[in-house]
């Protein structure tokens, strides 16, 4: 099945800076790569995805990069904010028979420095 | 228009009883998802039903956990004989043709 690591665990930067999160995922049918927020207690938001056949996409201060061959994916966030502090979750959709179900990594705290 | 709504959002039980979750999907999304949260983990994927086709079971931890959906509309998630490693938080998601999953706030498992 499929596996999704993600990295680092912890992240923490300062206001304005910018933040890079990664995943990696093993099984090469997957085609589909979701990114969701979630707040302290509430449930995940998705904030950007991207499909497979493209790769980079951009929506205002969040980005995604999307490596096939490298198997790996990436959540840029610039010009963080105070509200950006959360824990981001990259999935990986199973892959191949139709299946789509997700597979999470396991998750990273960013903690945005005033 | 309305969210996944989950009931309930808390549930406390003894160790050894049955409880049943109830996911109601946004209508119209044919696909529907059980998640498991662990404290301060990431999410577990549990089950998928996607219209009428057989679901895919195949992160069920054990055959103490079973799940029905009758035909596009609302799911419950079963646990016999809970265990306290039952404990987390169990969510629900669904989706249309597109895959984006919107998830529901959850009901927090809490087994004695």
């Known amino acids: ?114 | 228009g309305a969210g996944v709504s989950q009931s309930p959002s808390n549930k406390v039980t003894e160790k050894g009883k049955d409880v049943e979750l109830r996911c109601d999907p946004i209508s119209g999304h044919t696909a529907l998802y059980w998640y498991r949260q662990r404290l301060g983990q990431g999410l577990e994927f549990l089950i998928y039903f996607q219209g009428n086709s057989a679901p895919d079971k195949s992160g069920l931890p054990s055959d103490r956990f079973s799940a029905e959906r009758t035909g596009e509309s609302v799911s419950t998630l079963t646990i016999q004989r809970t265990q306290q490693e039952d404990s987390a938080v169990y969510l629900c998601a669904s989706s249309f043709a597109a895959r984006i999953q919107y998830f529901g706030a959850g009901t927090r498992l809490s087994v004695l």
């Open chain 1, 1 to 114: 099945g499929e596996n999704v690591e993600q990295h680092p665990s912890t992240l923490s930067v300062q206001e304005g800076d910018s933040a890079v999160i990664k995943c990696t995922y093993s099984d090469s049918a997957s085609n589909y790569f979701p990114w969701y927020k979630q707040e302290l207690g509430k449930r995940p938001q998705l904030i950007i995805d991207i499909r497979s056949n493209v790769g980079e996409k951009k929506d205002q201060r969040i980005a995604v990069t999307l490596n096939k061959t490298a198997k790996h994916f990436s959540l840029h966030i610039t010009e963080t904010q105070p509200e950006d502090s959360a824990v981001y979750f990259c999935a990986a959709n199973l892959g191949g028979g139709g299946a789509d179900g997700l597979t999470f990594g396991k998750g990273t705290h960013l903690i945005i420095q005033p």
